[in-house]
């Protein structure tokens, strides 16, 4: 396995400060937030097909609300969301 390398992102200092807030939170490092939203994101990708646009472009928001749920941060938010979809 090759070594981790570091990723740059330029975000609004409120934005950045609120999500640390939330991850901390939640009991988790923020690095460990956006690495499990990179994964579900590649996960999403790798199992859809490439005429299939809905899933395309729902992919980013259901990684987010994935890796959200597995770090507990959504809770009744997310429960009450899948309700209402069913």
């Known amino acids: 396995m090759r070594r981790p390398v570091w990723m740059r992102a330029r975000v609004e200092h409120e934005l950045r400060r609120r999500f640390k807030k939330a991850a901390k939170r939640a009991g988790h490092y923020p690095s460990e937030a956006i690495r499990l939203f990179m994964e579900y994101l590649v ?3 790798l199992t ?15 990684a987010a609300e994935d890796a959200a749920n597995a770090l507990w941060i959504l809770g009744e938010q997310s429960s009450a969301r899948e309700r209402a979809q069913e």
Do not use: A, N, Y
Request: aromatic share 6%; glycine share 6%.
């Open 48 to 62: 859809r097909t490439p005429g299939d646009l809905t899933v395309w472009r729902e992919s980013v928001q259901k």
């Open 43 to 45: 996960e999403i990708d």
